[in-house]
């Protein structure tokens, strides 16, 4: 019994000496195994038990257990020790001072669709117009009879427009929102609207989804020419220079008469037959406009014989593209970073 008790001792005198030397959560396992492993020293001292006489068996287990009892509650203090350690240790590598002044982060930009529409309802702003919003999920009257476009009009094909089982539909142009504005405001009025439109198309030149903007002066006695004079201020504010523009006959059915814009290339201004903008035609198209036909003026509650006025509505799209040289419209929705940035060619030119 007594050389037990010594065992029991010298297990114990040896525990408490390579406890001491424990610097990490891996050390200490290694401790856990050589004592109460299954080879473990205390494992063995309990095995023995056997060899006793049995009188000496109950005293001997007991200081065994009880060793065993003090070296598990010894090893789960020191693993908490050291988790404690380990993460005040990495708290203070991984201290923030809130109270440090910002190092600049890059701030963000807008998307180019985006700036164009805010340069281009800026400048109309300072022609005096406002800016008018409407719903995207539109209803029939306003989308289509009140643009003076019957039932039967091509425009109502089921292949160009996106209709809801209830009869609605995602607007094919921001004109409803002129509707809106001459019912809601009356006239005289200038009017802006810019959003998103969407239309069954789908290629490098189209997409489901687009950004229009158009705008609507109404009022008594309005020329012509002064839809023509604000057209090209617009334009030429826009791309920063006063550019050459060709009005061509066309047709609409909202306005009457209807004119398309042609501006001269903003890459090769008409002097490179192989210019990649213009196709070497020297003109770019990127305007529809006329005169705001009557029945749409009468459809906003307006008296046709009394006022008149103009409309004209562009791809926001488009006119991104031209500004910031890029080549492709999908260009502007494609995920696809290195993709964007090799087809981002002549950016800033304008």
């Known amino acids: 019994m007594q050389n037990d008790?010594?065992?029991?001792?010298?297990?114990?005198?040896n525990f408490d000496t390579a406890l001491g030397t424990v610097s990490n959560?891996?050390?200490?396992?290694?401790?856990?195994v050589r004592f109460t492993g299954k080879k473990g020293d205390l494992t063995l001292l309990l095995r023995s038990l056997g060899k006793l006489p049995p009188e000496q068996?109950?005293?001997?287990?007991?200081?065994?257990?009880?060793?065993?009892?003090e070296i598990e509650q010894r090893l789960d203090t020191a693993a908490k020790n050291i988790r404690d350690a380990e993460n005040e240790k990495q708290e203070i590598n991984d201290r923030i001072d809130v109270t440090l002044p910002e190092r600049g982060r890059t701030a963000g930009a807008f998307h180019p669709v985006i700036q164009t529409m805010h340069e281009l309802v800026n400048i109309m702003q300072g022609l005096g117009y406002s800016v008018a919003t409407g719903p995207e999920k539109e209803e029939d009257f306003y989308n289509f009879e009140c643009m003076n476009i019957p039932a039967w009009h091509p425009a109502r094909d089921m292949q160009d427009t996106f209709y809801f089982p209830d009869g609605?539909?995602?607007?094919?142009?921001?004109?409803?929102?002129?509707?809106?504005?001459?019912?809601?405001y009356g006239a005289p009025l200038r009017v802006v609207c810019p959003g998103k439109v969407y239309r069954r198309d789908n290629d490098p030149t189209h997409s489901p989804m687009f950004n229009q903007m158009e705008g609507l002066l109404v009022d008594k006695n309005v020329s012509f020419s002064v839809m023509k004079g604000t057209i090209a201020e617009m334009i030429n504010a826009f791309f920063g220079r006063s550019l050459k523009y060709r009005f061509?006959?066309?047709y609409f059915p909202?306005?009457?008469?209807?004119?398309?814009?042609?501006?001269e290339c903003v890459e090769c201004s008409g002097h490179d037959e192989h210019c990649r903008v213009c196709?070497?035609?020297g003109w770019l198209e990127v305007a529809g406009m006329g005169m705001v036909h009557p029945n749409v003026i009468r459809a906003g509650k307006i008296d046709p014989d009394v006022y008149?006025?103009?409309?004209?509505?562009?791809?926001?799209?488009?006119?991104?593209?031209?500004?910031?040289?890029?080549?492709?419209?999908r260009l502007l929705f494609d995920g696809n970073v290195s993709y964007f940035m090799s087809g981002f060619e002549g950016a800033g030119k304008c």
Not at 57 to 69: P, S, V
Not at 168 to 173: G, I, V
Not at 254 to 263: A, V
């Open 57 to 69: 068996r109950k005293e001997a287990g007991l200081e065994i257990n009880k060793l065993r009892d």
């Open 5 to 13: 008790l010594m065992n029991i001792s010298a297990v114990k005198e």
């Open 168 to 184: 609605t539909l995602l607007r094919t142009h921001t004109s409803p929102v002129q509707i809106r504005s001459m019912l809601k």
């Open 254 to 263: 909202f306005t009457e008469p209807s004119m398309e814009l042609d501006i």
């Open 248 to 250: 061509r006959a066309s």
């Open 25 to 32: 959560l891996d050390e200490l396992n290694d401790i856990r």
């Open 308 to 329: 008149n006025g103009f409309a004209f509505g562009f791809g926001l799209d488009r006119m991104a593209m031209l500004k910031y040289g890029i080549s492709d419209l």
């Open 279 to 281: 196709h070497g035609t």
